[in-house]
């Protein structure tokens, strides 16, 4: 299975996403990427709220970060974000943050998210068909 298109979201950093020097703070990144993941979701018909109806929790199992570059103070960051091929039972989430005014890339990185029963906590083997045939639906 291909991977799904990218899908783009805008920040512009603010004072409250930087360091006293004005540097994007490296935790901000992170908070940037699951903004895009849950947009992402969000415009193709699926709320973190349909997770949690269906009994499905998605949490962070792995993460992996490569900073290139800063951004700063008053920059527009373009997060870019497309889902996986899905490995067994984990979500992997591919990121790549960028300078919007010159593309240079930032930052590249992923999330895996393991997908787990809300009131066991046990992983699940498969999705709800609803929640499968949306995320089959974005790729």
């Not at 709220?49 to 929790?57: C, I, R, S, Y």
């Not at 962070?60 to 527009?76: F, I, N, Q, W």
């Not at 890339?105 to 949306?134: F, N």
């Amino acid at each position: 299975m291909e991977p799904s298109p990218w899908y783009e979201h805008r920040v512009v950093v603010q004072p409250y996403h930087t360091d006293y020097a004005g540097i994007v703070w490296h935790g901000t990144y992170i908070a940037w990427m699951e903004e895009a993941r849950v947009n992402y979701l969000h415009d193709s018909g699926l709320t973190f709220a349909d997770w949690l109806k269906a009994g499905v929790d998605l949490p962070v199992v792995g993460l992996e970060l490569k900073y290139r570059r800063s951004l700063t103070l008053g920059d527009t960051a373009l997060v870019k974000v497309h889902l996986g091929p899905p490995k067994g039972v984990r979500m992997v989430w591919h990121y790549v943050i960028q300078n919007a005014l010159n593309q240079e890339i930032c930052i590249e990185g992923s999330v895996t998210l393991a997908l787990v029963e809300v009131k066991t906590r046990r992983v699940l083997r498969r999705l709800p068909q609803p929640l499968q045939a949306a995320l089959e639906a974005m790729t």
